[in-house]
């Protein structure tokens, strides 16, 4: 298996930044992407950003121009800066993870976090 830890997530105000860190540990063959997820209650998950081992990079569009994800590959680590939160990124984050580790029988997984609670509130 391998095991996501999600970081940063916390109480904010409208305007202010966070920084989210997901480190992923295992026996990791080769990662193909990894990503951030949110949720907000009562709505279903959404993808938030999303980087490959190559460095491309697919956002949402209500994030775009506001959040920032990175990756340290040799750290198997990813980043999500995100600036002028608005209450509307209140959500639950989850971290992402697809590619092939111990555990797989050489198959494409995907893991999943446990998520940080990001609250952006006056």
């Known amino acids: 298996q391998v095991q996501l830890v999600e970081s940063g997530g916390g109480l904010v105000q409208p305007g202010g930044s966070l920084r989210l860190t997901c480190a992923a540990s295992g026996i990791i063959f080769s990662i193909y992407s990894m990503g951030w997820y949110r949720q907000a209650p009562g709505k279903q998950r959404e993808l938030v950003a999303v980087?490959?081992?190559?460095?491309?990079?697919n956002y949402a569009d209500s994030v775009k121009g506001r959040f920032t994800i990175s990756s340290d590959n040799a750290k198997n680590t990813v980043y999500l800066q995100m600036n002028s939160l608005k209450i509307e990124d209140t959500a639950v984050y989850y971290c992402?993870?697809?590619?092939?580790?111990?555990?797989?029988?050489?198959?494409?997984?995907?893991?999943w976090g446990q998520g940080t609670q990001v609250t952006v509130s006056s």
């Open positions: 992402n993870v697809r590619g092939r580790w111990y555990g797989t029988g050489g198959s494409d997984s995907v893991s």
């Open positions: 980087i490959t081992s190559g460095g491309s990079t």
